[in-house]
């Protein structure tokens, strides 16, 4: 029961980070109808920002809660300025071309950002830019406390990642479904040239997508960053792709869908890896995708469009 | 006779290829240019894997960056044969000549288990449209990548040494020979082009009476049957099969080259493997950055230039002789 | 030999489609015989393009019957129908647009051939003589459409009417029993559609073909057609003799009041046409 209760712990917060990746996934796919494929990237870019902000603040010699913070929202912001310029220099001038031409580009952006973050250093510093392939340790911005009710561990750390990812899809759920530019986007999403014919200014609803979809990558990268503190230029491959079939999973397109994808996966992971195969746990979110893609192509959430003929 | 001179006629380019490979190996190894000579193998190496993705990629329209996986297929079963064979002779051949005869079965065995790989992966896959095929390839070469790395029969991470040293530029080249012109008979064939009417309009193919989703199973085996050469090749060249070798870095290498040469082109594919296998040998020094100019190149690529330097043009759209020749499907 | 006991090319037994809860076809009944030219028409968005796609395998019926030579193709795959004898051409043009207008015609006769992939690599007598025989047959067709000339030519660069005729000789290629033809004349001139109408005549007398034709144009298909079937709103509103659809009160309803409020909407732009 002990062992069951664990896994359920670890599932849940691997799978909050999941869902949370996830969101920029299924947000860009929904108006833009590309896999952002460098969407992995941009977390791990997230994760790296976070630590210049902290050694920049200076994080590690006087933690505090402000400082954390700021670090936060500072690598959230960092983010959204990235997805922002990629979106605008790497996929707008392809928006009308063929979909593979624009998945290939990201493709390109995805390798370029995890290699080209690996190149030798041209900065100083603590930590110098680009930080090249060795794995850097994150500073705890507070100090890490552990809890074992009933012989389950949790930290701190967990619930506090638990609280942030949660609140963030409840802010993100209130976004897409309460507010006007939610509409916007929902509409672009729905048929991005009515939509722009209904007066919506389309390329800045996309924008703004982006900007959201990369902050909400950020935030789980800090908060992976935090629990498991060492990061490196290629840790936003697994989690990415992970992410990815977390939003086939809920219907590529959905928003709620990519929150459950993602806990689902994570929960998913957790159990078979912990019970029967934990050597493959990397191969379940595949096998899964293969499974959802035989079974359900639309998703759990999503429908089948008819091509029209 | 007649069947004799077009059996000859549809031979004639392995014939002269073999002496002419055999002229040019020996030239290289008399004058010491090994470095020179592991290069030339390589490129045609990426030649055989760019010509044979293109057959998914350019000619069918669909989009794989799984490649990889299927090399890892064909060099795994390779390797192991020749590993189980060592030692052994084929009785009444002299151990030169067995050898080679083994290392023939165990790269036509790698071509049959990577083409049923490939037609494992290309019927789940028929439903799919191009990104969500993408992903699944992508997902399909890391559940190779994590399988090897779990089975101790296949030497996990480790993989598995001491091959022999079988692949020489013979070898490769009519490797990459037998490559193109299955590609080009392919595309120059009623079947081919079936596949490009799949890429130009499925709607229409399918109204057309051609059967899209077997079609698209058979470029997929097709395809994973040449990349189960390539990797069969690859390995008893650098005589160590890792997992390493065939991760989906691998894959992206081989669709840049396609890219870049032109999807759908043959004549592109080939000199693109060239270009960017002596392109990377020349920055040697340089190796931390080709990664990062591959994903520019690719960049660039898509935002001026989508269609690669040929687009789905061939070098013998230039010369008439070979143009009618091929209008005709090789019938006169 | 009567009528009665031929077996019809195509029988449609109360079809019906269902796209959420949008009835595009409901309970659609055709029947048509050998060497037959039916003309299919009614308003825009009455369900003429849904009723091809439910014969030719597009969509699987919701309900009903798809017959073709009295057997049952409900649900099986397009290119499954296309070899049983149906063929169908587009309302929208769909050529392969990179391929030459030789190509495309050569694609549609792909099915019919007997040599395999491996003849091909080793290019077999089989082999060849299979290619010849449908590079002849394609050219034949190309001619038959008056489009030896453009042989060579991408799709994509031929004139709006050669694009559509092409799309008759690639439809013509796969062989069939029936050739649905859909707005093949659309967006040309009256002279044009009374001579591509003459060629269409024609190309069901001399290869013997059923023919069911879609036209937006009522003056046009009456002039062509044996028998008509008007769909308003996916329910058949009649069907019968051109003179008997002509005086029709629904059928006149259904074109009137379409009339009448496209006079009514006369600054809409985009209507008609």
């Given at each position: 029961m ?40 941009v ?16 994080v590690?010699?006087?933690p ?80 890490r ?165 | ?22 002229g ?32 998914i ?19 795994y ?33 790698g ?12 019927m ?46 013979v070898?490769?080249g009519?490797?990459?020979?037998a ?39 058979r ?67 340089a ?46 | ?47 003429k ?96 459409m ?48 009374v ?79």
């Amino acid at each position: 029961m002990t062992e069951f209760l664990q896994h359920l712990v670890n599932g849940l917060s691997v799978g909050t980070i999941y869902a949370l990746i996830a969101l920029g996934y299924t947000m860009v796919y929904g108006v833009l109808k590309l896999i952002n494929f460098a969407h992995g990237d941009v977390y791990m870019v997230g994760a790296f920002s976070g630590l210049y902000l902290a050694r920049g603040l200076g994080v590690d010699q006087s933690p505090s809660l402000f400082k954390a913070l700021l670090v936060f929202f500072g690598s959230i912001v960092v983010c959204a300025a990235l997805g922002v310029i990629i979106e605008r220099f790497a996929y707008r001038p392809l928006r009308h071309q063929p979909r593979l031409t624009a998945l290939i580009t990201a493709i390109g952006v995805s390798f370029l950002l995890e290699y080209g973050f690996q190149l030798p250093p041209v900065t100083q510093g603590s930590v110098p830019f680009p930080p090249g392939p060795t794995p850097r340790f994150f500073p705890e911005p507070f100090p890490r406390v552990d809890y074992a009710p009933f012989g389950v561990h949790v930290s701190n750390y967990d619930m506090v990642s638990l609280a942030v990812a949660v609140g963030l899809m409840f802010l993100l759920q209130f976004i897409v479904y309460r507010t006007k530019f939610g509409t916007a986007m929902r509409a672009v999403s729905f048929d991005s040239s009515v939509a722009g014919l209904m007066g919506i200014n389309v390329n800045r609803v996309i924008s703004w997508t982006f900007a959201l979809g990369s902050g909400l990558a950020a935030a789980a990268a800090l908060l992976v960053a935090g629990s498991r503190p060492t990061i490196n230029p290629l840790m936003g491959l697994m989690p990415g792709i992970k992410a990815f079939v977390a939003a086939v999973f809920g219907g590529i397109g959905n928003v709620p869908g990519a929150m459950v994808g993602g806990l689902v996966l994570g929960l998913a992971e957790e159990y078979v890896a912990g019970y029967a195969l934990s050597s493959y746990r990397d191969g379940i979110a595949f096998a899964m995708l293969i499974l959802v893609l035989l079974l359900r192509p639309a998703g759990l959430f999503g429908r089948v469009r008819a091509e029209k003929v | 006779m007649e069947q004799v001179k077009l059996a000859l006629r549809s031979a004639l380019p392995f014939l002269i290829a073999l002496p002419v490979l055999w002229g040019v190996s020996e030239v290289l190894r008399y004058y010491e240019f090994t470095s020179f000579q592991y290069i030339l193998m390589m490129a045609f190496i990426d030649v055989i894997l760019a010509v044979s993705l293109n057959v998914i990629n350019g000619f069918t329209g669909q989009f794989s960056i799984g490649h990889a996986g299927f090399m890892a297929i064909g060099a795994y079963t390779a390797a192991k044969i020749t590993l189980a064979a060592r030692g052994l002779e084929i009785i009444g051949l002299p151990p030169g000549i067995s050898d080679q005869v083994i290392f023939l079965l165990a790269l036509l065995a790698g071509m049959c288990t990577a083409s049923i790989a490939g037609f494992l992966v290309g019927m789940p896959s028929l439903r799919l449209r191009g990104d969500y095929l993408a992903i699944v390839t992508l997902g399909f070469n890391e559940i190779i990548r994590v399988v090897i790395e779990n089975t101790s029969f296949l030497g996990q991470a480790t993989g598995l040494s001491g091959l022999p040293r079988r692949t020489t530029l013979v070898w490769v080249g009519m490797g990459a020979m037998a490559t193109i012109l299955m590609a080009r008979r392919l595309v120059g064939s009623t079947h081919g082009r079936a596949l490009l009417a799949i890429r130009e309009d499925e709607v229409a193919a399918e109204a057309m009476g051609v059967n899209t989703t077997g079609y698209k199973v058979r470029a997929f085996v097709i395809s994973a049957a040449f990349a189960g050469l390539a990797g069969g090749l690859l390995v008893h060249l650098i005589q160590l099969c890792t997992p390493r070798s065939f991760t989906f870095v691998k894959s992206i290498e081989v669709v840049v080259m396609v890219v870049l040469g032109g999807m759908g082109s043959i004549t592109g594919s080939v000199i693109a493997a060239f270009v960017l296998r002596f392109g990377v040998e020349a920055l040697r020094e340089a190796q931390q950055y080709r990664m990062v100019l591959y994903s520019m190149l690719l960049i660039v690529l898509m935002l001026t230039r989508p269609t690669g330097l040929f687009g789905t043009r061939e070098i013998w759209d230039w010369l008439p002789r070979l143009r009618r020749n091929r209008a005709e499907g090789g019938a006169r | 030999m009567s009528a009665e006991n031929v077996t019809p090319v195509l029988e449609a037994r109360k079809v019906t489609m269902q796209f959420g809860g949008l009835k595009a076809l409901s309970e659609f009944e055709l029947e048509l015989r050998p060497r037959e030219l039916v003309g299919l028409i009614g308003p825009n968005g009455a369900g003429k393009t849904t009723a091809f796609n439910a014969i030719t395998g597009v969509y699987a019926p919701s309900a009903g019957d798809v017959l073709v030579a009295g057997e049952r193709v409900n649900g099986l795959r397009p290119h499954v129908i296309c070899q049983r004898g149906i063929a169908r051409t587009f309302q929208n043009i769909r050529l392969f647009k990179d391929l030459t207008a030789l190509d495309n015609v050569r694609v549609a006769c792909h099915h019919r051939r007997a040599a395999g992939f491996t003849a091909a690599f080793f290019r077999t007598t089989g082999y060849l003589e299979d290619e010849r025989s449908i590079r002849r047959r394609a050219e034949e067709y190309l001619a038959v459409m008056g489009l030896s000339h453009r042989r060579d030519e991408l799709a994509r660069n031929l004139p709006y009417g050669e694009q559509r005729r092409l799309e008759i000789a690639r439809a013509l290629a796969t062989g069939p029993k029936l050739l649905c033809l859909d707005e093949p004349a659309a967006g040309m001139n009256a002279s044009e559609k009374v001579s591509l109408l003459e060629l269409i005549r024609k190309i069901r007398d001399d290869f013997g073909l059923a023919i069911l034709l879609i036209e937006h144009d009522m003056r046009v298909v009456m002039g062509v057609s044996e028998r008509l079937v008007v769909l308003d709103h996916g329910k058949t509103i009649s069907r019968g003799s051109p003179e008997k659809v002509r005086n029709d009160p629904k059928v006149i309803e259904a074109y009137l009041g379409d009339a009448y409020l496209a006079e009514k909407h006369i600054s809409v732009p985009g209507e008609g046409a």
